[in-house]
């Protein structure tokens, strides 16, 4: 019974996604049409590098799932980037983008501005790692909204667009 019930709510959860039913059932919306058609990943501008699997987990109704694949996504990258074995995490964030001994460098970190903004991203990767990824990782039912959802996706992408403005990517 229970695989009839997630199928169910597979089926539902799709046609609700659905912009025409939406649309349909909608009708005096305010927003843009052209809106009403777009997906939120695209309206949020998601990093298109993002494995698809992010989407159809997200689109499946399982957004905590999609945003601890999509910070482990964001983990690998800087773990190839920075050539760092054997750290994950925090740990690794912190040594990545460290000032004073940069892996994966932002910027040309000569300036007190540019040693800062290294400094900064070094805090939100690694804060993002701890308070983001590793919560999804070792509890069970997180339970991001939608709305919650989106706005870690776009944080990840956010992440993702700084490393390759960097060049590094």
Do not use: C, W
Request: net charge negative.
């Amino acid at each position: 019974m229970s695989i009839s019930l997630d199928r169910f709510e597979r089926i539902v959860r799709a046609i609700s996604a659905d912009p025409l039913i939406r649309k349909i059932s909608e009708p005096d919306s305010e927003q843009d049409e052209t809106a009403v058609d777009l997906h939120p990943f695209e309206t949020r501008n998601i990093h298109p590098d993002l494995p698809s699997k992010i989407r159809s987990l997200f689109d499946d109704g399982y957004g905590e799932q999609a945003v601890f694949e999509a910070f482990k996504f964001v983990e690998k990258e800087v773990k190839r980037l920075s050539k760092l074995r054997g750290k994950t995490g925090y740990a690794l964030m912190m040594d990545a983008f460290n000032e004073a001994n940069a892996k994966i460098r932002l910027n040309a970190l000569v300036t007190e501005s540019e040693i800062d903004e290294q400094r900064g991203y070094k805090s939100i990767f690694a804060g993002a790692a701890a308070g983001i990824r590793n919560p999804r990782g070792h509890e069970i039912d997180i339970g991001d909204t939608p709305d919650e959802a989106l706005d870690y996706l776009a944080l990840a992408s956010l992440l993702l667009r700084r490393l390759d403005a960097a060049g590094v990517r």
